[in-house]
Structure formats: C-alpha cells, structure tokens
C-alpha cells in the first residue's frame, strides 16, 4: 500500500486505495472440481466454502503487470517461487507434471498442468519484486 493511502482522510470522500481491498482472480476450467482439488490438495492453499464446495483460495502475495498487445488481449496467471527447480522437484513428487524450465531473462519459467486440462505459468523472477513492496 503506497504511503498516503494509510494516512486517515479528514473528508468525507474515500479514496480508491482505501475501497479496493483486494483482488479476486477466475481461474476457467472443463473439470473445476479436479482443480479445486489440485489448490487445496496439492498446492495446500487455504480456503473457504462459500456453499455447495465451492472453494475460494487465499492466494500469495500477488502483483499486476500490463504488456502492450495489439488485439483486444487476453490474461494470463503466473505463480512465482524462489527456486522454479526446487518447486517443480516438490510438485514432480506429488504427481503434477510441469513443463520444461526456460530461462526468459527476466526469470525462470515453466507450467503447471491442472487436472482439468489447463496450465498455470511458474516462474522464479530475477527482476524486483513489487508483492514486497
């Protein structure tokens, strides 16, 4: 949080760092049920029920970037980690199959393949890291 958003206001208007307070990220998957399983099973993120199973995940710190494209673009989710090798390593032991690790400059990637036929990108970053901030 950027320092004059702690600062309490005198005014009666709010400011945008004081009412967004998170952010909440969908993930879209032919087998959602598998996933779930997969956050809270293998990745062992904590989680509420919010009725009937439906899983909500409590997420690592995140960040956002914003890349030039030149069509109506798309999004994509990356989880980050200290050591990709180690990581994939963990993961390869329980199962999940990972992609190959490249090396991008910016940082180590590979891939995540959920049980539902999808991938999340992995990376270990090399540049500054802006969830410590």
């Known amino acids: 949080m950027r320092a004059d958003c702690q600062s ?7 400011t ?11 993930v ?9 399983a997969f956050l809270r099973d293998v990745l062992e993120y904590p989680h509420v029920d919010v ?17 030039p494209t030149e069509d109506a673009g798309s ?10 090798n180690a ?5 390869s032991a329980k199962g999940v199959t ?15 393949q959920l049980p539902g036929g999808g991938d999340l990108g992995l990376y270990e970053p090399r540049h500054p890291k802006a969830n410590v901030l």
């Open 8 to 14: 309490v206001e005198k005014s009666s208007r709010r």
């Open 16 to 26: 945008v760092c004081s009412v967004i307070t998170g952010a909440h990220v969908i």
């Open 28 to 36: 879209y998957s032919r087998d959602a049920e598998a996933d779930r």
């Open 51 to 67: 009725g009937g199973g439906w899983l909500i995940f409590k997420l690592p710190p995140a960040e956002v970037a914003v890349h």
């Open 75 to 84: 999004h994509e989710l990356y989880l980050m980690c200290d050591d990709v």
């Open 87 to 91: 990581t994939v390593e963990q993961l």
């Open 98 to 112: 990972c992609g190959p690790v490249s090396d991008e400059g910016w940082g180590l990637l590979t891939s995540i």
